[in-house]
């Protein structure tokens, strides 16, 4: 059974940076692609980033250049690092892997429980 648990959010300021962590259990990176997605009060869940077993990734425009997903295959963790957050950046960041070659993860795919990021202006 796959499981993701994610960590590391938190309240930051503007500008500031929060890393977070997805711990997952039950598969290996290699048959997987990995992503974070979030959602805002109100709004559609957004894609963020995504990292195929390849090691290509993909970023949503809003993040690009400040977002960066790697990921520890001794470790089963995925990370995602936002540097120069904006208030626009708060919502519940979620962790989802689909066992598939290529991003983007679609909605078969399995998800975490999210983590609250809050970016205060």
């Known amino acids: 059974e796959v499981e993701l648990v994610e960590s590391g959010g938190g309240l930051v300021q503007a500008g500031g940076s929060l890393r977070l962590s997805c711990a997952a259990a039950?598969?290996?990176?290699?048959?997987?692609?990995i992503g974070w997605f979030r959602q805002a009060p109100g709004k559609e869940r957004e894609g963020v980033s995504c990292?195929?077993?390849?090691?290509?990734?993909t970023y949503a425009d809003s993040v690009k250049g400040r977002f960066t997903i790697s990921s520890d295959n001794a470790k089963n963790t995925v990370y995602l690092q936002m540097n120069s957050l904006k208030p626009e950046d708060t919502a519940v960041y979620y962790c989802?892997?689909?066992?598939?070659?290529?991003?983007?993860?679609?909605?078969?795919?399995?998800w975490g429980q999210g983590t609250q990021v809050t970016v205060s202006s």
């Open positions: 990292t195929s077993s390849d090691g290509s990734t």
């Open positions: 989802a892997a689909e066992k598939t070659s290529w991003c983007p993860i679609s909605a078969l795919g399995s």
């Open positions: 039950g598969f290996t990176f290699d048959d997987y692609v």
